[in-house]
């Protein structure tokens, strides 16, 4: 470890850190729209592609979309093994496999194809149908390829219990996907599409020895398989209390929350699901809600020369905001006409209207941002973190605007938080864990609990007011204090912090030492050091950090993987940080980082990786941002100069 006394010498050519610096700042700088915002592809799986088509060839919309580009899309993901893959480098999913299958096929292309003969190999071998997710079931079933038998019972009554329970208990994107789906399935539609396909090849054991039900745990959570077994005779029986008050309770709902543009809670399950849900209800395709619906699917769409395939979600606040920060963090002026832009853009879009959080949340006014253009129901406590900060950092024109903007945001923050003293994402005490054992729960993301990262952000946003005199928009010493407490217990025993948005460990311990460093420095000083020692073993070779998304299967794996752009960056911010707090810098393994991200920088200013680096359900769903390469890295970078320059 170095002083910061002991930091002027450097091994890195100056030259070449300033040439980087310069690059990445214009690449970055080109890359803004007129209207001033920042925005990249979000890239995930192919199963949102492949359910697109299913929408579509039940609507009978199909024709009037570029599907065809869909084929090439899925040939091109599909892998040598035979199957598609959950994230890059994941050696094939199964439930992902047997949806793009089950595309190709509503796309005309016949199981006698080569690209299907070796996907139907890879899906049997794994289990076929039968051992895949209730949500690949789910959208078979609806086209008579699974047996509606086989998937749990939601009885639209829920939508009637008092206080809203259970639908708020779930997480936002729990709910706005599972509300439609009281309507689904309880109406078991089977719609006949063109060409008519059945996929009797992909169960295993063969369709007639299929066993269309759901799977005992052998623990206390076979009482919701019991419940379903009630809740499916009262169906059979035609017992089901209120059955159309809830769905005419459900029906409202989804049609409340469609934003004017068609969206719905900014996620494409969600659209999905909403528009199958109005399928199910009669609604005739050329229905106001249904083509404003058909219209916001398509605006998820990414369309090139040769294929067709869709975003789980646009970014364009938190691509913004992110990339915001990167260029003041390199130098660039505070009030840079750029910056100025961005700034307004993503003041213009602060949401000034309640939405689901305030079902739970009593207490909290407007404020908030959220992640897409437009999701007024569901703004988030990270975007609205990473904003401010960005705010806060650019020196605006109407400056009393502005700084009215963020003391807004965080005083709806500051009601935001959770009984455990952290965070979470969308929602105030979301944590009823008890959801994620309910059958119809298997991808374990039903609720929203506060969390080790989203909390860093909030302490990081007061800790950098702060820095900036702005002490009189802040949170209450007290919730600080148990914001701290909660990050100090949920150190890992290795020294790092569990990362629930970003993969994984490095991205959680990054953030901690961020924020730590900035409010905490003499009450957290050992948890620094731990952090920052846990970084330095996770180094590699080559001088990266890279982190695989099996950590979150294996926590053996933690910090283990090859090196990316974008986790080298998450290391090196993350040690910087902790260093700015002790007075003591891992300054060789910085360098080494350094070096990596400015040897591995291409001409033109930018960064490459393949490896998905975001998380929307750990285990189970994984993102490619297109920008988190491109802007971590030059947060880094610069960072390392003005230590070099202090």
Not at 19 to 46: F, H, K, M, P
């Amino acid at each position: 470890m170095q002083t910061q006394d002991q930091v002027s010498q450097s091994n890195i050519s100056l030259e070449k850190l300033h040439q980087a610096i310069d690059r990445s700042q214009n690449y970055l700088l080109s890359l803004q729209t007129a209207e001033g915002y920042w925005w990249a592809a979000l890239e995930s799986n192919v199963t949102m592609a492949s359910e697109t088509v299913l929408l579509h060839k039940i609507w009978g919309t199909d024709a009037t979309r570029p599907l065809h580009k869909v084929e090439n899309y899925l040939r091109q993901q599909q892998r040598d093994h035979g199957g598609w893959e959950l994230f890059y480098g994941d050696r094939g999913e199964l439930s992902t496999s047997v949806e793009a299958y089950m595309a190709l096929r509503l796309l005309g292309v016949p199981a006698s194809d080569p690209a299907l003969q070796r996907a139907r190999k890879f899906i049997c071998d794994r289990g076929g149908i039968s051992k895949t997710r209730i949500f690949t079931k789910f959208h078979l079933a609806l086209i008579g390829c699974y047996d509606w038998s086989g998937l749990p019972s939601l009885p639209p009554w829920l939508m009637l219990l008092p206080d809203s329970f259970p639908i708020y208990e779930m997480s936002s994107w729990a709910r706005g996907s599972t509300v439609p789906l009281l309507i689904v399935f309880n109406q078991k539609p089977l719609y006949a599409v063109n060409p008519a396909i059945n996929l009797d090849e992909l169960y295993a054991e063969g369709r007639n020895h299929a066993k269309f039900e759901l799977p005992s745990k052998g623990d206390w959570s076979d009482v919701f398989l019991w419940l379903d077994q009630a809740f499916k005779l009262g169906e059979t029986l035609n017992l089901v209390p209120f059955r159309q008050e809830g769905i005419a309770a459900a029906e409202k709902w989804v049609l409340e929350r469609q934003e004017p543009t068609g969206d719905w809670g900014g996620i494409i399950p969600a659209m999905l699901n909403s528009l199958l849900a109005l399928k199910a209800l009669g609604y005739d395709a050329n229905d106001p809600a249904v083509v404003r619906g058909m219209q916001s699917v398509d605006r998820f769409a990414i369309e090139t020369e040769d294929c067709y395939w869709m975003q789980p979600c646009v970014s364009p606040v938190w691509d913004t905001a992110l990339v915001i920060r990167a260029l003041v963090d390199s130098g660039i002026a505070p009030n840079h006409p750029a910056l100025v832009k961005g700034a307004q853009w993503l003041l213009d879009h602060q949401i000034l209207e309640y939405g689901d959080w305030a079902v739970k949340n009593k207490a909290g006014k407007p404020g908030a941002w959220a992640f897409e253009f437009i999701n007024r129901f569901y703004p988030d406590v990270d975007d609205s973190a990473v904003v401010v900060m960005a705010l806060n950092a650019v020196q605006m024109p109407n400056e009393p605007s502005k700084q009215q903007a963020i003391a807004r945001c965080v005083n709806w923050i500051a009601t935001m938080q959770c009984h455990g003293g952290g965070w979470a994402a969308f929602d105030l005490n979301n944590d009823a864990d008890w959801l994620n054992q309910v059958p119809y729960g298997d991808l374990k993301a039903m609720i929203d609990p506060n969390t080790a990262d989203v909390t860093a952000r909030v302490l990081e946003m007061v800790g950098r007011l702060d820095s900036t005199s702005q002490r009189s928009v802040s949170l209450p010493q007290t919730a600080i204090d148990r914001a701290i407490a909660y990050l100090q217990q949920e150190q890992e025993p290795e020294g790092g912090w569990f990362g629930r948005w970003g993969v994984n460990y490095i991205y959680g311990t990054s953030g901690v030492l961020s924020a730590l460093s900035l409010l905490a420095t003499n009450r957290c000083q050992q948890e620094i050091d731990r952090g920052a020692n846990w970084l330095v073993t996770c180094q590699n070779q080559d001088g990266g950090w890279g982190e695989t998304c099996f950590s979150y299967n294996d926590r053996s794996l933690m910090g283990q993987g090859d090196s990316t752009a974008s986790q080298t960056a998450w290391a090196l911010t993350g040690l910087l940080a902790a260093g700015d707090a002790t007075g003591a810098y891992a300054m060789a393994e910085i360098e080494r980082g350094v070096q990596y991200l400015l040897d591995t920088q291409r001409s033109n200013g930018t960064w490459d990786e393949d490896y998905f680096t975001g998380t929307g359900f750990p285990g189970h769903f994984y993102l490619k941002y297109h920008l988190y390469l491109q802007h971590f890295p030059l947060t880094a970078i610069s960072r390392y100069r003005v230590l070099l320059n202090s």
